[in-house]
C-alpha cells in the first residue's frame, strides 16, 4: 500500500540492479552541525529516551533570511511531491535545525528487512532505485539515514539491528550512485517508538528505517543568491 501525507502521486521509475556495498563508513550521530532542540512539530533535533540526539541541518553560522527559506521551502515541497510515489514509504515535509523545510521519508523495515536481520530484499532494493532516481536532479542537498527496531531482544542487540539496518540502506543507496559524502548513518535501536511495542501491529511500526533529505550548504547559498 502507498503511504503519503497530503501529496499528489506521480510516475514510478524502475532501474537496474544496483550491488550493495560494503565500505560505507558509519559518520556517528550528527547531522551537520546545526543544533538546537526541536521547535513545535519540526524535527530539528531528535532526542531519544537514552538522550542520544542528532541534528538535522547543515552548519551555516548565520541566520536563514525569510526569503531564502521561502525558496528552500518551494524546493522540498515539490520535491516531497515526487517522491510521494515512492512504494511503501510515507512522505513528511518537517523542518530541520535551520528552521528550513526539509523531508522525512519512512520505510517499514517489515517491507525492507526480515525479523531481526539487516539484508536488503529484492523489493526494497527497487524501491531504494526509485528513490535515488527521484532525487538525482537535487544533489545539493545531504541525507541522514536512521534506522530504529522493536523493543524485542536486549538494548545492545537493537542498537546493532538499528545501525545495521541503516548501514544496508545507505550502502544501497551508495551502490545506486548516492554519493557516499552526503548521507550521515545512525541507529536509535527502540529509543523513538512511533507506535506501541505492546502489540504486533505498533512493533511493525517501530521496525523502520527513517531517510531525512535536508539542504546542504551549497543550496542554502544559492538561495541566498538568488535574493540579490
Partial sequence: ???????????LIILSGCDVLNNYTKKGAAIGAGGGAAAGAGIG????????????????GAIIGAGTG????????????????LENAK??????????????????????????????????KT?????????????????AVFGHTDNTGSAAVN??????????????????????????VDGFSYTQPVASNDTAEGRAQNRRVEIYIYANEDMIKAAEAAQN
Avoid at 1 to 11: D, E, Q, S
Avoid at 105 to 117: N, R
Wanted: some cysteine; charged content about 25%.
Fill in 127 to 143: 524501491q531504494l532505485q526509485n528513490f535515488v532516481s527521484k532525487m538525482k536532479d537535487m544533489p545539493d542537498t545531504d541525507l
Fill in 70 to 85: 521561502t525558496l528552500i521551502g518551494n524546493k522540498m515541497d515539490k520535491k516531497a511531491e515526487e517522491l510521494a510515489a
Fill in 45 to 60: 533535533a531528535l532526542i531519544g529516551k537514552d538522550g542520544k540526539s542528532a541534528a538535522i541541518g547543515a552548519a551555516i
Fill in 91 to 124: 512522505v513528511e515535509t518537517i523542518k530541520d535545525a535551520n528552521g528550513l523545510t526539509a523531508i522525512k521519508v519512512t520505510f517499514d523495515s517489515g517491507i525492507l528487512f526480515a525479523t531481526g536481520k539487516s539484508d536488503l530484499n529484492n523489493l526494497s
Fill in 159 to 184: 542498537e546493532k539491528l538499528s545501525v545495521d539496518r541503516a548501514m544496508s540502506v545507505a550502502n544501497y543507496l551508495q551502490a545506486c550512485g548516492m554519493a557516499a559524502s552526503r548521507m550521515t
Fill in 1 to 11: 500500500m502507498k503511504k503519503f501525507i497530503a501529496f499528489a502521486l506521480c510516475g
